[in-house]
């Protein structure tokens, strides 16, 4: 009778552990998934945000929380039903978030990735504004009409006012065809003019001896 009663208890602990490992499971997989999705939307798009790539940019910017924040769920469950294949999983796309969405993470190390950022959204919402007044070279958009579609793109409140200059540099918008600007970061051209320089500096330092040099990631650390 006694050793029926403990039967019947281990029988009601061991559902709620097979949930457990079926719910992280399934949380793994699902941040594994958002991870590849965010990580092929972002390598998928230009630098330059045009307007047949404003959707897809939209998305790659929703996707990356829920592909930050479900991994750490996932490892969470993980470890409370003591499944290793979730862990394992869960973690190895937490990694592959890591280093395939640098700019998500860039935000915190590099203040010229995070205005650079910025000034891809302006420049994305500019356009998007353009296509849809109808608006050519020259014109000008109100801050209103600015945020407003920003509001709508980004779901964020405040539009314009939210993106803030890691180093408390003032954005210029602009009128349509000319960049909009940082007053201490300047514009995107200009940031890319001076990464390329620093590239083509650091190809030159670290001597040309084979040819795996030359195809190094610019975001690499020079040793
Ligand atoms: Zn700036």
Redesign the pocket.
Known sequence: MAQEGSTGDKAQHKPSRVTLTTLSLVLAVIAMLLTVCTVALKYSLPSRIGISEYGRYLWADRLSLPAFLIPIAAIILGIAARHKISIILAGFSFLLFFIGAPGFVGHAFN??N??FN??RKIDAAKNQVASEDGLTNGASISIERLSNCMERGYDVKGGLGTLS?????K?TINVVGIEPR????GSMSEMEAGWQKEMQKRNKDSAPTNSIHKIKSPLASSP
Request: proline share 12%.
């Open positions: 203040p010229q995070a205005c910025n000034l200059c890691p180093e408390d540099g954005y940082c007053s201490v970061h």
